[in-house]
């Protein structure tokens, strides 16, 4: 069963949708306070196909976990990051303890593109982990 739900319409126009699925890349990021982030993409990402971004790791404590999908590649920061993104280029999710987080994405064009993860700590920019990604999106 998918949730769509329209999340990035740039010039190639995306759609997120919330599915399950395999993994083909990954990053992580552990911070030395034990949060931490990874990051999954599924296997052959194919244009005009849905592919799956997998965030997962944990938290000590309420924090955000954010995700960007970006072109261009990741910022330096997060708060770089957030002032940068295209209103639909980003999904978060409030966690606290162990996180698994699944979003799909899909592009009409194939392109190097960029996935970058944050676990930020509640009510600021205060980054806690990251991690980030680079992954071809095939014809």
């Known amino acids: ?46 244009v ?7 965030v997962h790791g944990a938290s000590r404590g309420p924090a955000n976990a954010w995700l960007f999908i970006e072109y261009s590649g990741c910022a330096k920061s997060f708060a770089a990051e957030r002032r940068l993104a295209p209103k639909k280029s980003f ?17 009409n064009s194939a392109v190097l593109d960029h996935a970058c993860a944050y676990v930020v700590a509640n009510g600021s920019s205060a980054t806690l982990a990251h991690a980030r990604i680079s992954f071809r999106i095939h014809h």
């Not at 919330?18 to 306070?33: C, D, E, I, P």
């Not at 005009?48 to 997998?54: A, C, S």
């Open 48 to 54: 005009g196909e849905t592919y799956n971004v997998t």
């Open 91 to 107: 999904v978060h999710y409030r966690v606290n303890g162990s996180f698994v987080r699944i979003s799909g994405w899909a592009s």
């Open 1 to 46: 069963m998918a949730s769509i739900i329209c999340a990035r319409m740039r010039k190639a126009g995306v759609c997120l949708v919330a599915v399950l699925g395999g993994w083909l890349v990954a990053a992580t990021a552990v911070a030395a306070t034990g949060n931490q982030i990874e990051i999954a993409v599924s296997s052959d990402p194919t």
